[in-house]
């Protein structure tokens, strides 16, 4: 594991990255830890906003999987949240062998600004962003959490509810995967499509 307080920091040895970003206290930890099979490789805590670098866990030998900061922690000072941002923004736009953005939404609420604003930074109206994903090809994921806490009917209207609110800003939906890690759910649609990603580069 490697973690890093600027972008010069992170690995360099060419290995495809998969980045999980989300909302503080969004479930993101408990994502990861279960997409690993590592109770505590990720740290969770009742504090949110305990991500405070980039952190890379090399899977398999063959990729990373990359936490990055919970954004939008209104407890931190001023300062951190610019520290926060610039690392993410930074991150974001110029790490050269991310492959996907894993943007973590909590299913149990309705499109919350937060999320939006920081989706409407990737999303198709974005000059800078965009021109950057057509250049790169790195397009995001949404990684709906905590799907056992309410009914699939309801988790549906709310990721609904989010499918629209992005078709304002993009011109295409991303991928949606629903989760949960208490019940596990979800792990193997998104390492699947990891894996296929990377079976996909190895390609002639």
């Not at 890093?4 to 994502?31: C, H, M, T, W, Y």
């Not at 990359?66 to 736009?93: H, N, Q, W």
């Not at 790490?95 to 953005?101: R, V």
Request: charged residues 25%; positive net charge.
């Amino acid at each position: 594991a490697f973690s890093s307080g600027r972008l010069s920091q992170i690995p360099d040895d060419g290995l495809p990255e998969f980045a999980f970003i989300g909302r503080s206290n969004v479930g993101k930890s408990s994502l990861i830890n279960m997409l690993t099979d590592n109770g505590s490789l990720a740290k969770v805590s009742a504090t949110p906003g305990k991500t405070k670098l980039i952190n890379h866990f090399l899977i398999n030998g063959q990729w990373y999987l990359v936490d990055l900061p919970g954004y939008g922690y209104a407890k931190a000072s001023k300062s951190d949240r610019r520290e926060f941002g610039k690392l993410i923004t930074d991150y974001v736009t110029k790490a050269k062998k991310m492959w996907f953005l894993f943007v973590s939404v909590d299913s149990r609420h309705a499109p919350m600004p937060i999320d939006l604003d920081f989706m409407r930074m990737l999303g198709a109206n974005d000059v800078q962003m965009q021109a950057w994903i057509q250049h790169n090809g790195v397009p995001c994921t949404v990684v709906a959490t905590k799907c056992d806490k309410l009914s699939a009917g309801q988790a549906n209207a709310n990721i609904g509810l989010y499918e629209k609110r992005l078709l304002e800003e993009w011109e295409e939906l991303p991928p949606v995967f629903r989760t949960s890690s208490v019940k596990r759910s979800g792990r193997e649609e998104i390492l699947g499509f990891i894996g296929e990603c990377l079976r996909r580069a190895e390609e002639p």
